[in-house]
């Protein structure tokens, strides 16, 4: 049977032995799953026993448009209202276990993404033709969050090549990386116990970030950003973590880093302004990063305004402002704006979650018309977010 020391987490926080889990919460998410069918997955967080046996649940959340909606999830740990996924995070206990089932597969865990994320043992339950068809699990171990880091350099790479006989090369090196993911789980064993009813918040953790009101960006730093994005080209944004002050005013702090076309892989733009061998990307933005930074980067082709995807990536999961320099193919400044860690952030995440669900739910064509139009309409919220800030010394 699986087991796991404390050492190997590899960061600051506790963890359980894991043993083996209850017969019934599997059951339970099997059963779920069925019912819900539609390949749709299910998920909850679990809780380890004295034992090392995950024994207790939370109330099972189906998934919906995008998988499992991790806010209300995370909404039996803690009030969510008007707070960052991040924040949401460190109220889970430590005896905690991410739990989802996984429709087709066999639960088989080949990707750290979620330990990584969690920073806590994640546990598949496969479900094949409504049956159980395995249950693994993965621990947040050091060797597997620098296996992540790896992964997004090596996606970059690809990007990065100048020539068929170098891309091939680092696809080459992409492939021997998945390969080594194939063994990064291990099968765990059920145990039959009596069912426990379902976990209430019992005195959460509180840990808030500040809400900074951001009012202006450095110069002098914005122009690095924009000519290190010109430099690099091919429409790839570069990302460096930012400082504010007293003021509202935002200064540099970390070092420019580059990532893909519309995006900046989170370990990255981290690996800007702290050490992020070894941690997790829950251990890394809690306990690394500065509650007074702010997430800065360009939009090559564009004049800085921002998108949902801009939102989730900053204050959405990070509870920390982010910021776009819009600049055009010659290196000229159009513009910088602001997303900022504010109520409405949280607000439209939250419907965006509900709707993702109800949309199962629709039993008309005009039904699923509203809540589709309903979905563009919270993207389109987040844009009217989106407010220009001064460049300035």
């Keep these: 049977m699986p087991l796991d020391p404390q050492k190997s987490r590899g960061n600051k926080y506790n963890m359980t032995e894991v043993r083996g889990i209850a017969d019934y919460i599997v059951n339970k998410l099997v059963d779920t799953t069925r019912e819900i069918s539609q390949g749709r997955n299910a998920g909850c967080f679990g809780f380890v026993n004295d034992q ?22 995370l909404g039996h740990i803690t009030e969510m209202k008007g707070k960052s996924v991040i924040e949401g995070l460190e109220a889970i206990p430590d005896n905690s276990v991410f739990i989802s089932t996984r429709p087709g597969k066999t639960g088989l865990i080949t990707d750290v993404t979620a330990a990584d994320f969690f920073n806590m043992p994640v ?30 350099k090596v996606e970059l790479r690809i990007l990065a090549a100048r020539t068929a006989e170098e891309e091939k090369e680092v696809l080459r090196e992409n492939t021997e990386l998945s390969l080594k993911y194939l063994e990064i789980s291990v099968r765990l064993e059920m145990t039959e116990i009596p069912e426990l009813p379902p976990y209430t918040r019992e005195n959460p953790k509180e840990w808030k970030l500040p809400q900074h009101k951001v009012n202006s960006i450095s110069r002098e730093f914005a122009e690095k950003l924009v000519s290190r994005s010109t430099e690099v080209g091919q429409g790839r944004e570069v990302a460096a973590m930012g400082k504010i002050d007293e003021n509202g005013h935002i200064v540099q702090e970390g070092e420019i880093v580059v990532g893909g076309i519309g995006y900046v892989p989170s370990r990255m733009l981290a690996s800007s302004s702290v050490d992020i061998s070894g941690k997790s990307l829950r251990d890394i933005y809690a306990n690394e990063v500065s509650p007074d930074a702010v997430i800065v980067h360009t939009h090559p082709g564009g004049t800085g305004v921002m ?24 290196g000229k400044v159009r513009g910088a704006t602001v997303i900022e860690a504010v109520n409405d952030v949280y607000r439209f995440a939250d419907e965006d979650e509900e709707l993702g669900q109800k949309f199962f739910e629709a039993e008309t064509p005009q039904e699923e018309a509203e809540i589709r139009n309903r979905k563009f309409g919270v993207a389109q919220e987040y844009t009217n977010l989106c407010k220009p800030i001064e460049i300035r010394l």
């Design 307 to 330: 998108h949902m995807g801009d939102a989730t990536a900053g204050p959405g999961s990070w509870g920390r402002p982010i910021v776009a320099i819009g600049h055009d193919s010659a």
């Design 123 to 152: 546990i598949a339950i496969g479900v094949k033709h409504g049956e159980l068809a395995g249950v693994g699990i993965v621990f947040p171990r050091a060797k597997y969050f620098d296996m992540a880091t790896e992964s997004e």
């Design 52 to 73: 090392g046996i995950v024994d207790r649940i939370t109330p099972v959340a189906e998934g919906g448009l995008s998988g499992i909606p991790l806010r209300k999830l």
